[in-house]
Nanobody, 132 residues
Framework: QVHVVESGGGSVQSGGSLRLSCEAS???????????MAWFRQAPGEDAERAPR?????????????LIADSVKGRFTISRDNGKTKVFLQMDSLKPEDTAVYSC?????????????????WGQGTPVTVSS
């Protein structure tokens, strides 16, 4: 089984920065099939089972391309540790509306797009709180 672990969440004041990390590990045969990793977020208090996750940033291993949501464009950057199933989300100029639980998914392109825990390998999430 593939395990995905996020870290780096915490509390910060508006305008501050945080850097999240996510690493996927497991059997080589499964790790080699991963060609995309992405960050999703879900506002606190929302039903984790029923509320949609907001896709925040994707990175595709094949060509290194990234996809950043309009809501965070210019403030968030996703990057990958070369050759590894480890990605980072640099979050700058944070706003109170960025407060959420940030979860990482590793898998195929569809898994990184749909944001459904039934698709891809998901971590437990790391909370981010931005105070005004």
């Amino acid at each position: 089984q593939v395990h995905v672990v996020e870290s780096g969440g915490g509390s910060v004041q508006s305008g501050g920065s945080l850097r999240l990390s996510c690493e996927a590990s497991g059997p080589t045969a499964l790790i080699d099939e991963i060609n995309c990793m992405a960050w999703f977020r879900q506002a606190p208090g929302e039903d984790a089972e029923r509320a949609p996750r907001e896709r925040t940033a994707n990175i595709y291993f094949g060509d290194g391309s990234t996809l950043i949501a309009d809501s965070v464009k210019g403030r968030f950057t996703i990057s990958r540790d070369n050759g590894k199933t480890k990605v980072f989300l640099q979050m700058d100029s944070l706003k109170p509306e960025d407060t959420a639980v940030y979860s990482c998914v590793a898998g195929r392109r569809y898994d990184c797009y749909v944001g459904n825990p039934e698709f891809g390998y998901w971590g437990q999430g790391t909370p981010v709180t931005v105070s005004s």
